[in-house]
């Protein structure tokens, strides 16, 4: 009989029902856990070994003034904000797959890197733009209290070049992507109800941004994303979706001025309509039963029928 555990929804079935064991979930929340460490601990690590040779680097140049010193290794460190950011993702990413591959785990299974309609990743896309703009909108209205608050943390998303775009539209979309919907919603959900694993992702994703702001927003996209993780069974449409809500922040500083301008605002939520409207497809396909949980299905039926037959 085929093993599609990782496919199905979670918990053992008895006469129909799910029934969720403690063991199980618990299980799940402690592997959960433990690989939100390892992405935790990798930034971590990162900034401080970029630290430690900075210190070292000025000791070997003379500095003996520790206040000084400190001073150095501070500015580098914000000076490299977006390159230690780009190195602990890429990082993350390849460790972790590389775990897997050693393992001889599919990354379908363990990762949820699965093919996925292209009409469904280009709506996501397009929707992403304009959740860009409904969140812009919002922190327009908060006091200015708060958004000095966030101003001051969202230093990534303020630099501007080659290496801030890669961190900021591809390393952190895919290290985020893939531990919060390809690997922690896919553990929480063979062991839970989906709609729990799904919240509570978004809360760990929400939580790792910060000042109260960024929680807020975040703990609402890994809502979004993750539910379009749990209809598609893929990571793919989240990644792109990720990727293209934080190009809106001209990682390239290609826009100048315009990008903080209204009219920017303006010209993303026309693209936006435009391209859900063309790409209207991929939204009757996330309404409608997905092919994943066809599959499941499938086999269900199949295991069913052997079952019969032995």
């Not at 093919?115 to 469904?120: F, I, Q």
């Not at 990534?156 to 801030?164: A, M, N, Q, R």
């Not at 959900?189 to 989906?194: C, D, G, T, V, Y």
């Amino acid at each position: 009989m085929r093993d599609y555990s990782s496919y199905s929804q979670r918990g053992d079935d008895v006469n129909g029902k799910r029934i969720y064991s403690m063991k199980n979930i618990l299980i799940a929340i402690c592997k959960s856990a433990l690989y939100l460490l390892f992405f935790l601990a990798v930034q971590f690590f990162v900034v401080v070994i970029y630290g430690i040779v900075v210190a070292a680097n000025a000791a070997i140049n003379g500095e003996t003034d520790l206040v000084r010193g400190a001073q150095t290794v501070a500015n580098q460190l914000l000076g490299r904000v977006s390159a230690l950011t780009l190195i602990a993702c890429l990082l993350t990413v390849a460790v972790l797959l590389s775990w897997f591959w050693l393992r001889k785990r599919p990354l379908e299974d363990a990762t949820s890197l699965r093919p996925c309609s292209r009409w469904t990743m280009g709506f996501c896309i397009f929707g992403a733009m304009g959740l860009f703009v409904l969140i812009s909108l919002v922190l327009y209205l908060l006091p200015e209290r708060w958004m000095a608050e966030y101003g001051k943390a969202m230093t990534l998303s303020t630099e501007t070049g080659l290496i801030p775009a890669l961190a900021m539209v591809v390393g952190a979309p895919l290290a985020e992507e893939l531990v919060f919907r390809g690997i922690i919603q896919s553990r929480l959900e063979r062991s839970l109800p989906a709609w729990i694993a799904v919240v509570l992702q978004a809360v760990l994703f929400g939580l790792i941004h910060g000042t109260p702001v960024q929680i807020g927003y975040a703990f609402i996209m890994g809502l979004l994303f993750g539910l379009l993780r749990w209809r598609t069974g893929s990571i793919l449409p989240t990644l792109a979706a990720h990727a293209a809500f934080n190009a809106m922040n001209d990682p390239l500083g290609l826009l100048g001025d315009f990008a903080e301008s209204w009219y920017f605002l303006v010209v993303i939520i026309a693209v936006s309509a435009a391209g859900c409207v063309l790409c209207r497809r991929g939204l009757v396909e996330l309404k409608t039963k997905s092919a994943l949980e066809e599959e499941c299905k499938l086999l269900e039926d199949n295991d069913v029928r052997g079952l019969g037959k032995a």
